[in-house]
């Protein structure tokens, strides 16, 4: 619990030391659930994380052995916990099947959008083949189950009620995702409530399962859960900002890999309601067959700006963070938990974008 100490203070350097804690709190059980994965499923999954070279020779540390993530969703799980006087140990297994899931729900993404690049390497599909990847992502789900099931009996079946219920909505959130695709128009109401499913059921989830295995009471559970939906919404709408104006350095992404793709993320929803010149010529852009080139790449992204999207995507951000933090209160955290929650919340929605 020393870890504790180091990041009490609301500052940036507290949330890196809070989410250096949470890896190496998650890190142990979690490598020995991949550990137990059978071959090849175990060593696609190791090299999503990056632990592994495509050859399944281990990475050293230093070269990225420790990949796979900030551990945002595990420091959720553990704060959470903590919010409600539980140990963060308990929450161990919310914690481990919150990545597990994360990167059965990432690999399989990765699948359906075609994305070549995941967290700045090749995506698994691309090395070990679609069939490889989704059978991965699958062993990665039953084993975050598994995990959960395990729990100690008084929570357990709490604990993997919660996880299938976000596995539900985490479906539909995807279904409706790829669907948007060949609508002509998304409304910005369908559109949030794809990314409450999509983005948002698993963060509520992760909050959620902290406070059930610490053994918090349903009100203070639902205050926890729509602390992380809320969050999850905007931090999607953040990743649609930076699939549009973010650097490929920063998102692991090609730059304008959103509009490449023709998405209807938030930004380009917004954009396309606008009956203005540049939503007209925004429109007409994206109802081309051919795919567009670099030119108009930065045509397009010049027009959702012009129309609005980006400024109502930034609205949405501040709207859906301030909601999470209201819904925080409601599982009454003591302050400096909250203080921390909060921290965490600003470092996932002020990303560069």
Do not use: N
């Not at 919660?162 to 695709?181: I, K, N, P």
């Not at 059930?212 to 602390?227: C, K, T, Y």
């Not at 540049?278 to 010049?302: C, K, Q, S, T, V």
């Not at 999207?309 to 951000?317: F, L, M, S």
């Amino acid at each position: 619990m020393a870890g504790l100490t180091a990041v009490e203070a609301a500052t940036p350097a507290s949330v890196d030391s809070l989410l250096q804690w949470a890896r190496a709190l998650v890190a142990p059980a979690l490598r020995d659930a991949i550990g137990d994965l059978p071959d090849p499923e175990g060593r696609i999954a190791g090299y999503h994380r990056g632990w592994y070279a495509a050859d399944g020779s281990r990475l050293p540390s230093s070269a990225g052995g420790e990949r796979g993530g900030k551990a945002v969703r595990p420091a959720l799980v553990f704060l959470a916990a903590r919010a409600v006087g539980g140990s963060p140990d308990s929450a161990v297994p919310g914690a481990v099947a919150v990545e597990l899931i994360h990167d059965f729900s990432l690999l399989h993404d990765d699948v359906i959008d075609g994305d070549p690049l995941r967290r700045h390497r090749p995506a698994a599909w691309t090395v070990y083949g679609t069939p490889g990847a989704v059978l991965a992502g699958d062993a990665l789900l039953v084993s975050a189950l598994r995990t959960l099931v395990a729990a100690p009996a008084p929570v357990a079946d709490a604990a993997v009620r919660e996880a299938l219920t976000m596995l539900g909505e985490l479906m539909v959130g995807q279904s409706r995702d790829v669907s948007f695709e060949k609508a002509s128009r998304v409304r910005v109401e369908q559109y949030l409530a794809m990314a409450e499913g999509k983005t948002g059921a698993l963060m509520g989830c992760a909050c959620a399962l902290g406070g059930v295995l610490a053994g918090a009471g349903p009100e203070r559970v639902a205050g926890l859960r729509d602390f992380g939906r809320c969050l999850g919404v905007a931090f999607q709408c953040v990743d649609d900002l930076l699939g549009i104006w973010g650097e490929s350095a920063r998102s692991g992404k090609p730059v304008g890999a959103d509009l490449v793709a023709r998405k209807k993320s938030l930004p380009v929803v917004a954009a396309l309601s606008d009956d203005g010149a540049a939503g007209r010529r925004l429109a007409a852009l994206y109802a081309r067959p051919e795919p567009l080139d670099e030119a108009e790449i930065a045509l397009a992204a010049e027009l959702v700006e012009q129309a609005g999207g980006r400024e109502a995507t930034e609205r949405e951000v501040v709207r859906q963070t301030t909601a999470a933090m209201r819904a925080l209160s409601r599982a009454e955290p003591t302050a400096d938990v909250y203080r921390q929650m909060q921290e965490l919340a600003l470092l996932l929605t002020r990303r560069d974008s």
